[in-house]
């Protein structure tokens, strides 16, 4: 696309979100300085915004590729950015907001206001731009994100393409929008449930893009966004376990992970945090159904499977596994090797190899901890299985991970 087409795209695209709301389009340079925008006093409220913003934050977010971006700051505004990328490097960025999620209350502004030392006369005239910033739900801020993106790059992303910076848009929530059900769309939610029942893998991603955008919530919680956002992903956590049950999977492996879910998204301190937990958790449901209706295994050697996985960390035996299959250890140990093609010890040990490869990808955590998580005896043990099923230590593997 070159950049008269570019130009033009830009500028209908930021006259067409005029005609809906005061959201204004800025255009950057690489070096971060304004080229343009749409908004009727350019210079004043880019000054107040640049303060607010945190310019600094965007020029330290990695583009290693031209996504969208949401950030926000502490105030609770929040803006998309959308780079445009040559030859990998950035060489303008599209700055669209800032938009509110909710109203923000007089006194949480001004303790803010306060807090960043403004003048009385900066305070003042930040309180005359606060109240010209729209207040937009986060769903249709997702619209714009991925309608940006397409009129920058020409190409299609869906939500959970979106990036996040360590923002605060734990401070704000999304209200519903008028004239639309405050509970959703019923007949998605009993789509949603029917790919968690039917383990339903091919259709899940597309229609979580679909819900994302197009989807409506009540509200869950007063005054407190991230108690609102906990309380929704907690309710879909419900309903997914128990759509998985009706589905085929084990009880005890659905309330189990109901439970773990549970503690990890009470433990998040950001939306982000619950952003990164809420799409893992539906397709974990839908795949470990997936595999019951299709993985060939009867339904004692799978259950067993799903249980071994769920406690990885902690003293497995066949004995203790034959006590909850109800077989014979001797029985059960040919069942198991004949379905699943291992006995059961090295399937026990091949999962947790890989869960420690996971772990070392993701973390941080040290090896010597990670291998005595695993319940590995040693560290030479743990680096001896671990060198066998892959080839090298858990050190080596872990330094080729972050090359």
């Given at each position: 696309?070159?950049?008269?087409?570019?130009?033009?795209?830009?500028?209908?695209?930021?006259?067409?979100?005029?005609?809906?709301?005061?959201?204004?389009?800025?255009?950057?340079?690489?070096?971060?300085?304004?080229?343009?925008?749409?908004?009727?006093?350019?210079?004043?409220?880019?000054?107040?915004?640049?303060?607010?913003?945190?310019?600094?934050?965007?020029?330290?977010?990695?583009?290693?590729?031209?996504?969208?971006?949401?950030?926000?700051?502490?105030?609770?505004?929040?803006?998309?950015?959308?780079?445009?990328?040559?030859?990998?490097?950035?060489?303008?960025?599209?700055?669209?907001?800032?938009?509110?999620?909710?109203?923000?209350?007089?006194?949480?502004?001004?303790?803010?206001?306060?807090?960043?030392?403004?003048?009385?006369?900066?305070?003042?005239?930040?309180?005359?731009?606060?109240?010209?910033?729209?207040?937009?739900?986060?769903?249709?801020?997702?619209?714009?994100?991925?309608?940006?993106?397409?009129?920058?790059?020409?190409?299609?992303?869906?939500?959970?393409?979106?990036?996040?910076?360590?923002?605060?848009?734990?401070?704000?929530?999304?209200?519903?929008?008028?004239?639309?059900?405050?509970?959703?769309?019923?007949?998605?939610?009993?789509?949603?449930?029917?790919?968690?029942?039917?383990?339903?893998?091919?259709?899940?991603?597309?229609?979580?893009?679909?819900?994302?955008?197009?989807?409506?919530?009540?509200?869950?919680?007063?005054?407190?966004?991230?108690?609102?956002?906990?309380?929704?992903?907690?309710?879909?956590?419900?309903?997914?376990?128990?759509?998985?049950?009706?589905?085929?999977?084990?009880?005890?492996?659905?309330?189990?992970?109901?439970?773990?879910?549970?503690?990890?998204?009470?433990?998040?301190?950001?939306v982000p945090d619950l952003m990164e937990i809420a799409l893992p958790m539906q397709e974990d449901y839908i795949r470990?159904?997936?595999?019951?209706?299709?993985?060939?295994?009867?339904?004692?050697?799978?259950?067993?499977?799903?249980?071994?996985?769920?406690?990885?960390?902690?003293?497995?035996?066949?004995v203790s596994l034959a006590q909850r299959s109800g077989y014979a250890e001797y029985y059960l140990s040919r069942k198991?090797?004949?379905?699943?093609?291992?006995?059961?010890?090295?399937?026990?040990?091949?999962?947790?190899?890989?869960?420690?490869?996971?772990?070392?990808?993701?973390?941080?955590?040290?090896?010597?901890?990670?291998?005595?998580?695993?319940?590995?005896?040693?560290?030479?043990?743990?680096?001896?299985?671990?060198?066998?099923?892959?080839?090298?230590?858990?050190?080596?593997?872990?330094?080729?991970?972050?090359?």
């Open positions: 696309m070159d950049t008269s087409e570019l130009d033009a795209r830009v500028e209908l695209f930021s006259s067409m979100l005029l005609c809906c709301h005061d959201l204004y389009l800025w255009q950057y340079d690489s070096g971060w300085h304004l080229i343009k925008s749409n908004c009727p006093h350019e210079a004043a409220v880019n000054n107040l915004f640049t303060l607010l913003r945190g310019d600094d934050s965007i020029r330290q977010f990695p583009n290693e590729n031209d996504l969208p971006i949401l950030m926000s700051n502490e105030i609770g505004m929040l803006w998309i950015l959308q780079p445009r990328l040559e030859g990998g490097e950035m060489v303008r960025s599209y700055v669209l907001g800032p938009v509110f999620l909710d109203t923000v209350s007089t006194k949480s502004l001004e303790a803010q206001l306060s807090h960043r030392g403004m003048t009385a006369a900066l305070r003042e005239q930040a309180r005359q731009f606060f109240n010209g910033v729209p207040v937009i739900s986060l769903n249709r801020v997702f619209e714009y994100a991925i309608m940006l993106h397409h009129c920058v790059t020409g190409g299609q992303v869906g939500v959970n393409d979106l990036r996040y910076d360590d923002s605060k848009l734990n401070r704000t929530t999304p209200e519903p929008e008028e004239n639309v059900s405050a509970h959703g769309t019923y007949e998605a939610e009993r789509e949603m449930l029917r790919i968690v029942r039917e383990g339903d893998i091919a259709n899940f991603r597309a229609h979580m893009d679909r819900i994302s955008v197009t989807g409506r919530m009540g509200k869950l919680s007063r005054d407190d966004a991230l108690r609102q956002m906990k309380n929704a992903v907690i309710t879909c956590l419900v309903l997914f376990s128990r759509a998985a049950m009706e589905g085929g999977l084990d009880p005890e492996v659905s309330y189990t992970l109901s439970d773990r879910y549970f503690q990890s998204i009470e433990a998040c301190r950001s470990r159904v997936h595999q019951c209706r299709t993985g060939g295994l009867s339904q004692p050697i799978q259950a067993l499977c799903d249980y071994i996985d769920l406690h990885l960390e902690e003293p497995l035996d066949l198991f090797k004949k379905e699943t093609g291992l006995a059961p010890s090295d399937y026990i040990r091949k999962k947790r190899l890989e869960r420690a490869a996971h772990l070392l990808r993701s973390t941080q955590e040290d090896i010597r901890e990670i291998g005595a998580r695993l319940q590995f005896c040693s560290q030479s043990h743990f680096s001896d299985s671990f060198r066998k099923q892959y080839g090298v230590t858990p050190s080596a593997y872990r330094s080729g991970c972050n090359a």
